[in-house]
């Protein structure tokens, strides 16, 4: 099991719980508990995302190792899973920000959906994880373009 993929999924799975956690303290009205969560779960959030570019940028990423017929729909998949990573982390920082300046009206209806497009993009982050790790050999390890698009 490889230690830095391992890792940054790990504190993906972390933020998901986090959040599912502050999103039960602000309905037990308990917002203290609420900010203090989110807070965590955002930086569980961004230290998946250190650990992530940082390998990237100095290691490369992996392709995909499985059976050559299935990777077509590896690709789709992780094509999806980074679109919605990237709509998450945008809602995200939206959502945090609102939080941050105090405007709750809007902030309580973007979080919600914040929080559900997160759970999704956390389960197909340890879909990516196992597809490339734990179900297959691992792939050859390479450029991030190299690895999404198979060339």
Not at 59 to 77: A, C, D, K, Q
Request: charged share 10%; proline share 3%; aromatic share 14%.
């Amino acid at each position: 099991m490889p230690i830095l993929p391992t890792l940054s999924t790990s504190f993906i799975v972390l933020s998901a719980i986090l959040m599912a956690f502050g999103w039960r303290f602000i309905i037990k009205g308990k917002p203290k508990q609420h900010k203090y969560t989110m807070i965590a779960a955002a930086l569980s959030a961004l230290a998946f995302f250190i650990i992530y570019a940082s390998r990237t940028i100095f290691i490369g990423n992996t392709s995909f190792g499985g059976p050559e017929h299935l990777e077509i729909y590896y690709t789709i998949f992780l094509i999806f899973h980074i679109c919605l990573a990237t709509i998450g982390a945008i809602f995200g920082i939206v959502t945090l920000t609102l939080a941050f300046k105090r405007n709750i009206t809007i902030h309580q209806k973007v979080g919600p959906v914040t929080s559900i497009i997160w759970f999704f993009t956390a389960i197909t982050g340890v879909m990516v994880y196992l597809l490339l790790y734990i179900l297959f050999d691992n792939g050859e390890t390479t450029s991030l373009i190299k690895a999404i698009l198979g060339t």
